[in-house]
T-cell receptor, first 110, second 114 residues
């Protein structure tokens, strides 16, 4: 059965800290690993990773994929209160469907 | 480009009642998805359409849930009769083609069954 496991499930940090969110996956016919940020209802797209070892960056966020170990991490540097959200990891199967993990709830304290 | 539109935004019903949700995808997007997100969980795919055909409905509880996309554009998801465990956010998403993963989600419908 396909599964995506995220850790930790929740995390509390202070502004300026650096955080690392973890995601392991087992997805049949795996194609891509995606990260989303969810603040209220709609997840918003952050990254899509298809190749091992190539880091993707967007501002203070970065992510990398290890297809041998079936693992990905999302890093956030110099965290801000606006980074508080649930971060979802998802494995993409062959038909575009996504298998999501439970998410990591990040709380950034001022 | 307009986003994925969903309605209603909130719905409260009693168990055993029926309810319907509506989704209008981004113009020109052939693939449409319905996901169910229970509180504290990640979204789970219920059904995937390619134009007006079903690609995957393996996790749709077909005894009570139904979905259609008759003209290959907008879609409706129906629950009849609703159970308490159906309380969740129902998210619709669309993509330009099957296999395009970074798709856009609508703002969702929060269903509460009491």
């Amino acid at each position: 059965e396909d599964k995506v496991v995220q850790s930790p499930l929740s995390l509390v940090v202070h502004e300026g800290d650096t955080v690392t969110l973890n995601c392991s996956y087992e997805v049949t016919n795996f194609r891509s690993l995606l990260w989303y940020k969810q603040e209220k209802k709609a997840p918003t797209f952050l990254f899509m990773l298809t190749s091992s070892g190539i880091e993707k960056k967007s501002g203070r966020l970065s992510s990398i994929l290890d297809k041998k170990e079936l693992f990905s991490i999302l890093n956030i540097t110099a965290t801000q209160t606006g980074d508080s959200a649930v971060y979802l990891c998802a494995g993409g199967g062959s038909q575009g469907n996504l298998i999501f993990g439970k998410g990591t709830k990040l709380s950034v304290k001022p | 480009e307009a986003g994925v539109a969903q309605s209603p935004r909130y719905k409260i019903i009693e168990k055993r009642q029926s309810v319907a949700f509506w989704c209008n995808p981004i113009s020109g997007h052939a693939t449409l998805y319905w996901y169910q997100q229970i509180l504290g969980q990640g979204p789970k795919l219920l059904i995937q359409f390619q134009n007006n055909g079903v690609v995957d409905d393996s996790q749709l509880p077909k005894d009570r849930f139904s979905a259609e996309r008759l003209k290959g554009v907008d879609s409706t998801l129906k629950i009849q009769p609703a159970k308490l465990e159906d309380s969740a956010v129902y998210l619709c998403a669309s993509s330009s083609w099957t296999g395009a993963y970074g798709y856009t989600f609508g703002s969702g419908t929060r269903l509460t069954v009491v």
